[in-house]
């Protein structure tokens, strides 16, 4: 199994919240190195820390990081972006097609582009953070795109599993991040939830069910549609 010790570990969006965690948490476990990956990568107070330029979605960028990190044993693809609104009625069709370059397109071809890398070690290992919005829809895009994503890693695992890459896929709500700051409800604290999927990374587990929402959402997906979403069927009053 995989183990974070002595691991070169690459965190993409680790400026945020939970990249920022997932940072910090690597390195507890005794990682050798951490690329710290983000557009505008910010200084670290820890010799182990390698800030990396990395746009996720723009090709050059992501060759280029290929280049510098090229001993990676450890990828989290973290980076996310939300869209302007929850509405697939309402986004552009550039609104649609950059919610899925980001969220599904960009961590699929970075898993890609690390493969030969992952797949040169004897243990080994890459974590795609999906959220509950992959098997919930209440995110427009967003949840399409990470629904996307959850199929991906699957088929991710199945080839990169016979390599030696051990596959985690995230599932959690909300994160108490700059990100959700606006949402209302229960938020998980970005610490706690690193420290789930760097567990789980060295368990084997092959899935991180971060909270209860997950749980909750994952066990409905095998009933009836209206038992996951009560509000169908409910339209307002006829207009006359």
């Known amino acids: 199994m995989p183990s974070l010790n002595e691991a070169v ?3 993409t969006g680790a400026n945020g919240g939970i990249g920022s965690e997932l940072v910090r948490a690597a390195l507890a476990r005794g990682a050798s190195k951490v690329y710290a990956s983000a557009r505008t990568p910010r200084d670290w107070d820890d010799d182990r820390v390698v800030p990396l330029s990395l746009d996720v979605n723009d090709r050059a960028s992501v060759v280029a990081a290929v280049e510098v990190a090229s001993d990676v044993t450890v990828l989290i693809n973290n980076a996310g972006a939300l869209p302007a609104s929850a509405s ?28 030969p890398m992952l797949t040169a070690h004897d243990t080994s290992a890459l974590v795609n953070v999906h959220s509950v919005a992959s098997w919930y829809a209440f995110g427009g895009i967003y949840s399409a795109s990470k629904a996307a994503l ?4 699957n088929s991710l695992r199945l080839e990169l599993d016979p390599l030696g890459v051990h596959v985690v896929g995230v599932h959690v709500g909300y994160v108490d991040t700059a990100m959700a700051a606006q949402a209302e409800g ?6 706690a939830l690193a420290t789930k999927i760097l567990d789980a990374v060295e368990a084997g587990e092959y899935e991180v069910v971060a909270d209860d929402v997950s749980a909750q959402v994952k066990a409905a997906l095998s009933g009836p549609v209206e038992a996951l979403y009560p509000q169908l069927g409910r339209r307002g009053p006829a207009a006359g």
């Open 9 to 11: 570990v690459l965190v």
């Open 88 to 115: 697939l009625l309402e986004l552009t069709p550039e609104q649609l097609r950059d919610g899925m370059e980001t969220n599904f397109f960009a961590p699929v071809l970075l898993a890609r582009s690390f493969a």
């Open 150 to 153: 959850w199929s991906a890693t």
């Open 186 to 191: 229960p938020k998980m604290d970005p610490g």
